[in-house]
């Protein structure tokens, strides 16, 4: 049975969106909203920011060791 024959007979169950959730009324599972997004994409951007921070530090390991290096020969 097609979906519009269903809906035509009263068989159709699924109930109309009516709304937002907590935020905003474009929010819906998995939406796009500002606040879902940053929620569901947390941790994601946690191990960026790590990621990120591990390679300043490795940046500055580097620098060090070259200017150990120059001074050495210097």
């Known amino acids: ?15 109309k969106f009516r709304g937002g959730k907590a935020v905003s009324n474009r ?12 929620n569901r994409l947390y941790q994601r951007s946690k191990e960026e920011l790590a990621a990120e921070q591990q390679m300043r530090e490795v940046e500055e390991e580097t620098m060090e ?10």
């Open 27 to 38: 929010c819906k599972n998995h939406g796009g909203c500002v606040w879902c997004e940053a």
């Open 65 to 74: 060791d070259n200017l150990r290096i120059f001074r050495k020969k210097g």
């Open 1 to 15: 049975m097609s979906l519009d024959k269903a809906i035509e007979h009263g068989k159709e169950k699924r109930k």
